[in-house]
């Protein structure tokens, strides 16, 4: 069946630092990645999409790429910011459309 | 204007109680789901509908009903609250089946 790993949390870095969440699914076929982030308090917000192999998606300096050879899809950023602080989670979109969510990592941005 | 917003945002209640959970979009999307985020933050689907019909009924207690009056709406009622039912519920919507999902602020249930 479907289902998404992503690398447990939570994640403390000083800000400016270089951020890497390590994401990796198994899947029938070449499904649609997502990234999504939850900041406290609040709801889940697309911050970026993959909908094919090698595609890269990017979005307020965050970037992943599909690399369908090892099924993955990492979370990185060159430079993080205090209010990059929130929980982001990983997903697919299964053939009925519904998302897999991975279980979600807590990032910590120390000023 | 909130795309998909639900009410109540909090809602604390005893065991034994029945509540319901209101969700709406103004996308004008077909495709409307109910998530639910454990205490550890684990996201897992509960219900799909697509122009009103059900889709997605995971492995779900049939103590929770969804409902949708129309494309815009989809309600989730909760008979016989449990404990163990504590949890944020989310709505989402998409235009498609396999387009991007949008979600509300969530409602957080708390079952004393």
């Known amino acids: 069946g479907n289902s998404v790993t992503q690398m447990e949390g939570p994640v403390t870095l000083s800000e400016e630092a270089f951020l890497t969440i390590n994401c990796t699914y198994t899947a029938t076929g070449y499904p649609s990645l997502f990234w999504y982030v939850q900041y406290p308090g609040e709801g889940l917000q697309l911050l970026l999409k993959a909908t094919k192999a090698d595609d890269k998606g990017s979005n307020k300096g965050f970037e992943a790429t599909y690399r369908k050879e090892t099924t993955s899809f990492h979370l990185e950023k060159g430079s993080v910011q205090v209010s990059d602080s929130a929980v982001y989670f990983c997903a697919l979109r299964a053939s009925q459309g519904n998302l897999i969510f991975g279980k979600g990592t807590k990032l910590s941005v120390k000023p | 204007d909130t795309a998909v917003s639900q009410t109540p945002k909090y809602l604390v209640t005893q065991m034994g109680n029945d509540k319901s959970i209101k969700c709406e979009q103004n996308l004008g999307h077909d495709t409307m789901y109910w998530y639910k985020q454990d205490s550890k933050k684990f996201l897992k689907i509960m219900f799909s509908y697509n122009n009103k019909e059900l889709i997605i009924n995971e492995t779900v207690p049939n103590r929770f009903s969804p409902k949708s009056p129309d494309k815009a709406h989809l309600n989730l009622h909760i008979n016989s609250l449990e404990l163990g039912d504590s949890a944020v519920y989310f709505c989402?919507?998409?235009?498609?089946?396999?387009?991007?999902?949008?979600f509300g602020q969530g409602t957080r249930l708390t079952v004393v």
């Open positions: 989402a919507s998409s235009q498609k089946v396999r387009a991007e999902a949008f």
